[in-house]
């Protein structure tokens, strides 16, 4: 022992000489992270998205909603961007003109910033999304596009800031586990709490909390990104809110001060939190998500290495067979004045196009963080046979988002779309898209994944 100390103290001597504390003298590369962030909540009274049948404007604020901002540098240089929002989803108007304003004012390449709607029910109307479901005044009309103006101005802003601070950082990731999510197509919602108490619940869910962890170069927290595959339908007043997505964020900055909590929702399309329909029960399922997060965070994570492998595409995903105009014609006359608006929209790209499109430009991306960890991020509202399926076949280390980039649709998976229904199909005609999707949709988005997957 003694040998071994005569050998050691002219080593620390030595490198404390060359000012190389010990704990600290290889260079060790390390992650650059630079977070932002903007309140977005209106500031006049305005639409809410998500349900069809509100029928006047907000009437107030719960829970204040916001766009966040985390940039990220490997070692190498490599730079992206998650932007997390409280809005119900953007079209792919709105989400291309905030990526391709980031590219310029930014530097950081557009499809290498993702954008992630928490898809709460008790956010504003953007843009053109869901476009078919709303029937407002032109006078209402305006104030939601001077939103959305002011919304990409938000986020723009919020996204140079999050590259100019930009500095050293480490990243570190787990999953945890909450398990208020219920899968709608199987179990009545009348039924959920007697079913969930005698174990009697149905069909797929997911109920993984992914989590990244980001801590400064001294080790000390700085940001929680997490996700959950839950719709956030909790809430359908007429007061803005995060729903439960919005509570867990707020959570867990009141418990760590100073740090930015961001929420990526997962593939929850047919996913509801039930029971519902109370202010008590969001907030009780935010707690508890937000607790899952903090269990996850003092276990043991997974530390990732400063790489960043970034992959995005976007593929036609082809509609099925297109309604001939005789049969818009027919629906323009129905009793449903949803099928008119989807109708004479329809009948409209006719006249203005001679033809209705055949397909949609779905975006999707692919990041491979410290070669460990893949994050994938799905354009639309995907249900959970996507997640499953993907973290069983891609296994350990997956991450499934989903609302990302534009929110054009329900994407169903080929069991889903065998079924039918809403998520099947139906909701096209809230959307504004002229039909299904084609039956082979499951299999195009996974291949479309593999490819982009570093192997």
């Known amino acids: 022992m003694k040998h071994f100390r005569s050998?050691?103290?002219?080593?620390?001597?030595?490198?404390?000489?060359?000012?190389?504390?010990?704990?600290?003298?290889?260079?060790?590369?390390v992650w650059k992270a630079?977070?932002?962030?903007?309140?977005?909540?209106?500031?006049?009274?305005?639409?809410?998205?998500?349900?069809?049948?509100?029928?006047?404007?907000?009437?107030?604020?719960?829970?204040?909603?916001?766009?966040?901002?985390?940039?990220?540098?490997?070692?190498?240089?490599?730079?992206?961007?998650?932007i997390s929002l409280d809005v119900v989803g953007l079209d792919r108007e709105t989400a291309q003109q905030v990526r391709q304003e980031l590219q310029a004012k930014a530097g950081i390449q557009a499809d290498r910033i993702a954008i992630c709607s928490s898809h709460t029910h008790t956010g504003p109307v953007v843009g053109r999304n869901l476009d078919t479901m709303y029937f407002f005044s032109a006078e209402e009309g305006a104030k939601i596009k001077r939103y959305t103006h002011r919304l990409q101005e938000h986020l723009i802003q919020a996204g140079e800031e999050a590259v100019r601070n930009l500095t050293n950082a480490h990243l570190s990731w787990g999953v945890g586990w909450e398990n208020f999510g219920v899968n709608r197509r199987n179990n009545p919602e009348p039924l959920v709490r007697a079913h969930r108490a005698a174990g009697k619940l149905r069909g797929p869910v997911d109920y993984d909390v992914p989590i990244l962890r980001i801590t400064d170069a001294q080790d000390q927290l700085t940001a929680l990104i997490f996700g959950y595959a839950c719709h956030a339908t909790v809430l359908d007043d007429y007061l803005f809110s995060g729903d439960y997505p919005g509570f867990a964020q707020a959570e867990l900055e009141r418990r760590h001060p100073g740090v930015q909590a961001m929420f990526l929702a997962g593939c929850g399309a047919d996913i509801n939190p039930?029971?519902?329909?109370?202010?008590?029960?969001?907030?009780?399922?935010?707690?508890?998500?937000?607790?899952?997060?903090?269990?996850?965070?003092?276990?043991?994570?997974?530390?990732?290495?400063?790489?960043?492998?970034?992959?995005?595409?976007?593929?036609?995903?082809?509609?099925?067979?297109?309604?001939s105009r005789e049969s818009l014609e027919e629906k323009a006359k129905s009793a449903d004045k949803y099928v008119v608006a989807y109708a004479k929209k329809m009948l409209r790209e006719l006249d203005s196009r001679a033809a209705l499109p055949k397909s949609y430009p779905y975006p999707l991306s692919v990041w491979r963080l410290g070669g460990q960890l893949t994050w994938i991020a799905l354009g639309g509202e995907v249900v959970v046979d996507y997640s499953l399926r993907l973290k069983r076949e891609l296994g350990p280390g997956t991450w499934v988002s989903a609302y990302s980039h534009d929110v054009m649709a329900y994407i169903p998976s080929k069991r889903v779309w065998d079924e039918g229904g809403y998520e099947g199909g139906g909701a096209m005609i809230y959307y504004g898209?002229?039909?299904?999707w084609a039956g082979d949709a499951e299999e195009r988005i996974i291949e479309a994944v593999k490819k982009l997957t570093p192997r």
């Not at 898209?433 to 299904?436: K, N």
């Open 7 to 29: 050998l050691w103290i002219p080593l620390i001597l030595a490198l404390i000489e060359l000012g190389c504390p010990p704990a600290r003298c290889s260079a060790e590369p």
């Open 34 to 82: 630079g977070l932002a962030r903007r309140n977005i909540t209106p500031t006049e009274p305005l639409w809410l998205s998500g349900y069809g049948s509100r029928d006047h404007t907000s009437e107030g604020t719960r829970l204040p909603l916001w766009g966040k901002v985390l940039a990220l540098e490997s070692a190498d240089g490599q730079r992206a961007m998650i």
């Open 274 to 323: 039930l029971p519902r329909r109370t202010p008590e029960l969001a907030e009780a399922y935010g707690r508890r998500l937000a607790e899952a997060v903090l269990r996850t965070t003092e276990g043991v994570l997974t530390r990732l290495p400063p790489q960043l492998e970034l992959g995005a595409s976007e593929i036609e995903l082809p509609y099925d067979t297109l309604p």
């Open 433 to 436: 898209l002229p039909t299904r």
